[in-house]
């Protein structure tokens, strides 16, 4: 079975900072690594995913995130953040192999931009 | 092209009721997902259709949850005799099923149960 922590539950941040949303999470077997946000009633949006290859993981909107093998986390970052990054951001596993493609997600992490 | 589309997009039932929520997935995606988010359990999985194979229905919470999917396209999610913890919204997606691909998520049903 999959398990994911994300670290904080609220992460308050002033625009242009730079920001940090942990993920930690925990298999058996190998995963695939999801990072979704969702906006303000609205319904969650891919920001990247982490298959294979380079451990360094671009998406949309200038976030990027890091797969570790050795500590099982997959933080996600941004360099300059802006007030519309204000959201609620998801962290999720699935398993590589084996057809199982539902996603286990995270807690959930509620990133704050202030002016 | 069209989203991932849900309805209704509110529904408020009394306690021990029968509700029915529909998902229309993209066309040509064989995968469907149905998850619930709610303040205490955050989002979890419910139930996973791919194509013709039977169901994975590994995360339904009780036997009052049950889902079909009809000609591979639209699904409903009934919930039988409606309790006031099934209050939470119910988030479908869909996909083409491989593994790892991008699940697409419609808006949701905001579900209360009086």
């Known amino acids: 079975a999959q398990s994911v922590t994300q670290l904080d539950s609220q992460v308050p941040v002033f625009e242009e900072a730079p920001v940090e949303l942990r993920c930690n999470y925990s298999?058996?077997?190998?995963?695939?690594l999801f990072w979704y946000v969702q906006y303000p009633n609205q319904g969650l949006q891919l920001l990247l995913k982490y298959l294979s290859g380079s451990t360094l993981v671009k998406g949309i909107n200038g976030f990027e995130a890091e797969f570790n093998k050795s500590q099982t986390s997959f933080h996600l970052r941004k360099p300059s953040v802006h007030i519309s990054d204000t959201a609620e951001y998801f962290c999720?596993?699935?398993?590589?192999?084996?057809?199982?493609?539902?996603?286990?997600f995270g807690a959930g992490t509620r990133l704050a931009v202030h002016p | 092209g069209a989203g991932v589309s849900q309805s209704p997009s509110n529904k408020v039932t009394e306690k021990g009721k029968d509700v029915e929520l529909r998902c229309d997935p993209i066309s040509g995606h064989t995968a469907l997902y149905w998850y619930r988010q709610s303040l205490g359990q955050g989002l979890e999985f419910l139930i996973y259709f791919q194509g013709n194979s039977a169901p994975d229905k590994s995360g339904l919470p009780s036997d009052r949850f049950s889902a079909e999917r009809t000609g591979g396209s639209v699904s409903t999610l009934t919930i039988q005799r409606t309790q006031q913890e099934d209050s939470a919204v119910y988030l479908c997606?869909?996909?083409?099923?491989?593994?790892?691909?991008?699940?697409?998520f419609g808006p949701g049903t905001r579900l209360l149960v009086l």
């Open positions: 999720a596993v699935s398993e590589a192999a084996g057809g199982y493609n539902k996603l286990i």
């Open positions: 997606a869909s996909s083409f099923g491989l593994p790892g691909e991008t699940q697409y």
């Open positions: 298999s058996s077997v190998s995963v695939y």
